[in-house]
């Protein structure tokens, strides 16, 4: 009925113009709004024409914005609208899987990013040597606080503390009197969870040490044990032994680290302790499983405060075979009674034993608790061993997780420099690491004289080039990327190990900070070590203001590593090396830039490496030098000159990178394996 009605509604035009109907209005709504009953006379002559039902209908069905549903549902339903809903649909569902198996091929595809300990450099820092910020004469937290500015310069995110638990400070403060607290010398908790926030804040992480072997004489444990308390009882290795007119006679002819037996008669119980240091330090029964719990408790107080890794010290050392039996002498026809030193014996009882690394895979679980978290990963570290395949079973193996690395000291234990032995120590490492793990290298530590001692100051710059440019993390000791040298040992205080005086090592003098009294380490009348007396000319503020300075030349080292593919992660492959000379390349698949690292080590040589490498361009790039005035310029690839102590960093481009030629298979490396995509701008593993 309405729609006849609708097909013969005339249609009312004025003389002066029409009312526009755009839509379905009903005839009475239509009367109710135009009409007017006062007013009808007013209104103009209207004419009746008659239109096509037809037209009618086709002018009533266009569609406009704002039609009500009913008018909707009627064009919905149409061919044009309904296919045209229909293709835009499905192409959105094609599209969503396309994106979703796209994301799912990329993350397959992509390589494992580089975690924390492995992109960034780690810098040591002794803490009693950093800085003072309270006039004692000692560094402490305050200090590392302070001077967490520095760090960054350096473009460096991870920062490694030695140890600075309550300790005697016997042995360096080696042996903790109580491991849930900080001694007093180095501040408080309060000023460690400052710290601790301070470094997180600058997007920073901080690792400390722990060395779960043995504690101080003085810590509580060792002095319920020594009057047999409850569990305590056993905590350290008592065994009986006869005292007869002060002498000792000892279980065995165990020799300790630092000389002498490492039985130590204690008058309260009547029994020898064992100590594998001083004997001040005695050493934890690990056959105990009470401590090895309370180990493991320790290492989650530390973590649940927040630090983000731990390097474990002195590890070999946490089993002795329960046999008690004599080690085997190096000199057989020595005379048992004179062995008093520790390289005298074979310690096939007291170092390594069958169960040490159950042990130190269980660390790793109780970290791994820590780990849950992204970006949260808790790093482990540990100890070497002088023996290269003992100190790989420290990364554990591909099934059961250790240590993410065992520290690498091959660079600072050289016999002598050249060229051969820096080729020789890096070979070393990378040939016996396990498939797939990762390296590290340090040029320094606590324990080991300066590269500027030990080496010379001339090869202080080509170390640090050396070191930021090996393939895995780098570990810098504070004061390297100044050059800092040992202190003289006639102004290095004393302090007794085993009743013995001994000199303190010489290179934790106090970091030199400026030239003003004391380096600026200290605004206190002395400092706990003499400062170097090369401190007006060896010292961060003036290096600052010093192009060609070794601390610039370390900061332009660490940039290139961070910014550069090939150097972060890619392959290494080893060119030549002689007596003078070690040459290396970095390279990455999908990549045509190749960095090439000329370093020498002894007198000044010139090398041809065009005859050397195939395909190598006739010039290179002078990316990086350690004479700065030399960055930026060519060489020519067939006459590379270098001076003692000088290194370079060349880039060229090539299609046929080193790795892929089949004269270096043998000489080439990569741990963390990813080639680079340059229509999509990213790397992919499958390569």
């Known amino acids: 009925m309405v729609k006849e009605e609708a097909k013969s509604l005339p249609m009312e035009l004025s003389e002066?113009?029409?009312?526009?109907?755009?839509?379905?209005?009903?005839?009475?709504?239509?009367?109710?709004?135009?009409?007017?009953?006062?007013?009808?006379?007013?209104?103009?002559?209207?004419?009746?024409?008659?239109?096509?039902?037809?037209?009618?209908?086709?002018?009533?069905?266009?569609?406009?914005?704002?039609?009500?549903?009913?008018?909707?549902?009627?064009?919905?339903?149409?061919?044009?609208?309904?296919?045209?809903?229909?293709?835009?649909?499905?192409?959105?569902?094609?599209?969503?899987?396309?994106?979703?198996?796209?994301?799912?091929?990329?993350?397959?595809?992509?390589?494992k990013c580089l975690d924390w300990w492995q992109a960034s450099p780690i810098y040591q820092i002794y803490p009693r040597s950093f800085k003072d910020s309270n006039m004692d004469g000692n560094g402490d937290l305050k200090g590392i606080q302070e001077k967490l500015d520095h760090i960054t310069y350096l473009n460096i995110k991870t920062i490694w503390i030695t140890s600075f638990y309550k300790s005697p400070l016997k042995d360096l403060g080696y042996g903790a009197e109580d491991f849930y607290d900080i001694d007093p010398m180095f501040g408080s908790m309060s000023d460690f969870e400052n710290l601790l926030a301070a470094i997180h804040d600058r997007g920073l992480k901080v690792i400390m040490d722990l060395i779960p072997n043995h504690t101080s004489d003085k810590h509580r444990w060792f002095q319920l044990s020594r009057n047999r308390t409850g569990k305590y009882t056993d905590y350290y290795i008592w065994q009986d032994c006869t005292q007869a007119a002060g002498l000792v006679t000892p279980p065995n002819n165990w020799v300790s680290v630092f000389g002498n037996s490492s039985w130590q008669f204690d008058d309260v119980r009547k029994q020898c302790y064992f100590h594998q240091f001083?004997?001040?330090?005695?050493?934890?029964?690990?056959?105990?499983?009470?401590?090895?719990?309370?180990?493991?408790?320790?290492?989650?107080?530390?973590?649940?405060?927040?630090?983000?890794?731990?390097?474990?010290?002195?590890?070999?050392?946490?089993?002795?075979?329960?046999?008690?039996?004599?080690?085997?002498?190096?000199?057989?026809?020595?005379?048992?009674?004179?062995?008093?030193?520790?390289?005298?014996?074979?310690?096939?009882?007291?170092?390594?034993?069958?169960?040490?690394?159950?042990?130190?895979?269980?660390?790793?679980?109780?970290?791994?608790?820590?780990?849950?978290?992204?970006?949260?990963?808790?790093?482990?570290?540990?100890?070497?061993?002088?023996?290269?395949?003992?100190?790989?079973?420290?990364?554990?193996?591909?099934?059961?997780?250790?240590?993410?690395?065992?520290?690498?000291?091959?660079?600072?234990?050289?016999?002598?420099?050249?060229?051969?032995?820096?080729?020789?120590?890096?070979?070393?490492?990378?040939?016996?690491?396990?498939?797939g793990k990762w390296p590290n290298w340090a040029v320094g530590s606590p324990n080991a004289a300066r590269i500027s001692s030990r080496i010379g100051k001339e090869y202080v710059n080509v170390m640090n080039m050396l070191l930021l440019t090996l393939p895995g993390t780098p570990v810098t000791y504070y004061g390297e990327e100044i050059g800092m040298e040992n202190i003289v040992s006639e102004n290095v205080s004393k302090e007794p190990i085993n009743s013995d005086p001994v000199v303190t090592f010489p290179e934790k003098s106090p970091m030199q900070w400026d030239g003003e009294v004391n380096a600026g380490f200290t605004e206190g009348n002395s400092s706990w070590l003499p400062v170097n007396s090369d401190y007006q000319s060896v010292n961060v503020e003036i290096q600052m203001t010093w192009s060609n300075s070794t601390l610039n030349l370390y900061r332009e080292l660490t940039l290139l590593r961070n910014s550069e593919l090939p150097i972060h992660r890619g392959w290494?492959?080893?060119?030549?090396?002689?007596?003078?000379?070690?040459?290396?390349?970095?390279?990455?698949?999908?990549?045509?830039?190749?960095?090439?690292?000329?370093?020498?080590?002894?007198?000044?040589?010139?090398?041809?490496?065009?005859?050397?490498?195939?395909?190598?361009?006739?010039?290179?790039?002078i990316r990086l030098s350690t004479n700065f005035s030399n960055a930026g310029k060519a060489v020519n690839t067939k006459l590379i000159k270098t001076e003692m102590g000088e290194g370079l960093v060349l880039e060229y481009k090539t299609a046929k990178p080193v790795h892929t030629m089949e004269a270096f298979q043998g000489n080439c490396f990569v741990a963390e394996k990813a080639c680079y995509s340059s229509a999509f701008n990213l790397l992919y593993v499958n390569c």
């Open 572 to 621: 290494m492959c080893y060119v030549w090396n002689d007596s003078n000379v070690f040459v290396y390349v970095r390279e990455l698949d999908g990549l045509d830039r190749v960095f090439m690292m000329v370093l020498n080590f002894g007198q000044e040589s010139t090398i041809d490496l065009e005859a050397i490498v195939p395909s190598l361009p006739s010039e290179a790039i």
């Open 278 to 435: 001083g004997k001040d330090e005695p050493d934890l029964n690990f056959r105990n499983l009470a401590v090895q719990q309370e180990i493991h408790d320790i290492i989650k107080f530390w973590l649940g405060k927040g630090i983000d890794g731990f390097s474990f010290s002195a590890l070999k050392f946490l089993l002795e075979a329960t046999h008690l039996r004599d080690e085997p002498q190096v000199n057989k026809s020595q005379n048992p009674e004179s062995i008093t030193a520790y390289s005298q014996l074979y310690h096939d009882y007291t170092t390594t034993q069958v169960g040490m690394h159950d042990i130190i895979r269980s660390f790793r679980q109780t970290m791994n608790q820590f780990s849950s978290e992204p970006g949260r990963y808790r790093f482990m570290g540990s100890d070497g061993h002088e023996d290269i395949e003992a100190t790989m079973m420290y990364y554990g193996t591909t099934f059961i997780q250790e240590a993410d690395f065992p520290f690498n000291f091959n660079l600072i234990n050289l016999k002598n420099l050249s060229g051969n032995s820096i080729f020789e120590a890096v070979n070393l490492w990378m040939k016996n690491m396990p498939a």
């Open 16 to 111: 002066k113009g029409g009312v526009e109907n755009n839509g379905f209005v009903q005839n009475e709504a239509f009367d109710d709004k135009e009409t007017n009953t006062s007013s009808q006379e007013e209104m103009p002559k209207t004419c009746i024409v008659d239109m096509d039902p037809s037209a009618t209908e086709e002018l009533a069905l266009k569609p406009y914005a704002g039609m009500p549903k009913e008018v909707l549902l009627k064009f919905s339903s149409q061919a044009r609208y309904r296919v045209t809903r229909e293709i835009l649909f499905w192409l959105i569902i094609a599209a969503a899987i396309v994106l979703v198996c796209a994301t799912i091929a990329i993350i397959a595809l992509s390589p």
